[in-house]
């Protein structure tokens, strides 16, 4: 049923969630930590919804480790652990993130405390803008900047960003949340020298299949089919295909699925003014007079 799959995906995501927030990462690289956050969903049970992203400092969003990455976490990083669940299709989408200097508590405390005020207020009716709202009193109230060009998301059935927009500050327009439909809230948070968006970068490291079409080249295709049957539209990464294909291969046939415009490359995020960024969020189906944030721990 639906909405025991959400909340199964959703305890499982916080789970780890919180095991990853329990943990000292700094000496470890990233590839650890993405393998064996996805190792810890998996075990639980569930799928993963997306290739863990870890991104580091000024990366915003959107870096997962490639096969064998040696980034090594440092005792000054602000590292954003952002994971995802699925069972049956029905995703949770939540991040954490983890800093063991406390110069930076505050920017971490700020993303938290942002979406705590966003979830005291999603309720059936509560209009998208004034979750953007509360985000941007909270932070603004702290001194810091949210990432305007970053958003929450409609979820729907293996698709993580399903058309709506949660922004992360008050703007024109927008819907109002629906009774038992699934959203993420992710407040992402910067310093006050900040430029307060992202822009891309050049590595692309997160992968999603696009359309099916055929490429003319039979191992390209037999990898679509692969990966369709796997994660669906879902995104991957390099990593994960790793059991069919040896790296150089992997990146070869990768690189003419994109290039033939079957598969999307995701750039990572970069925070404009190269300031740190921390992030936090929660997937929630409002019901009732309020929601069920489905990863509460
Ligand atoms: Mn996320
Ligand atoms: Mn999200």
Redesign the pocket.
Same mark, same amino acid.
């Given at each position: 049923m639906q909405l025991e799959d959400y909340l199964k995906a959703g305890r499982i995501a916080a789970e780890v969630r919180e095991m990853v927030r329990g943990r000292d990462w700094t000496g470890r690289t990233a590839y650890e930590l993405c393998e064996e956050v996805e190792t810890e969903i998996r075990r639980r049970g569930a799928l993963c919804a997306f290739p863990v992203n870890a991104s580091i400092n000024e990366v915003a969003a959107h870096y997962t480790a490639e096969p064998g990455d040696q980034t090594v976490i440092g005792e000054s990083d602000l590292v954003k652990v952002?994971l &995802?669940a699925h069972v049956n299709g029905h995703i949770a989408?939540t991040?954490v993130t983890v800093c063991y200097d406390p110069v930076y508590d505050g920017l971490v405390q700020a993303a938290e405390e942002a979406l705590a005020a966003a979830m005291s207020i999603a309720r059936p009716g509560t209009k998208a803008r004034e979750i953007g709202r509360a985000i941007e009193t909270s932070v603004k109230g702290r001194g810091f900047k949210p990432i305007v060009n970053l958003s &929450?998301?409609s979820l729907d059935r293996y698709t993580?960003?399903a058309g709506k927009t949660i922004p992360n500050v008050w703007s024109i327009g927008g819907f109002s949340l629906s009774e038992g439909s699934a959203y993420?809230c $992710?407040p992402f948070v910067t310093t006050g020298k900040g430029g307060g968006f992202v822009r891309n970068g050049k590595t692309r490291n997160i992968f999603a299949i696009r359309t099916r079409k055929r490429t003319k080249d039979a191992e390209a295709d037999r990898m679509l089919d692969v990966i369709w049957e796997r994660y669906n539209m879902l995104p991957f990464a390099r990593r994960w295909l790793l059991d069919q294909w040896d790296e150089g291969e992997a990146g070869r046939l990768l690189d003419i699925l994109v290039s033939k415009k079957a598969v999307q490359a995701y750039p990572v995020l970069l925070e404009a003014e190269g300031e740190r960024v921390a992030q936090a $969020?929660h997937t929630f189906i409002p019901a009732g007079d309020g929601a069920t944030v489905t990863t509460r721990a």
């Open positions: 952002d &995802g989408d991040a &929450g998301h993580i960003h993420a $992710e $969020e």
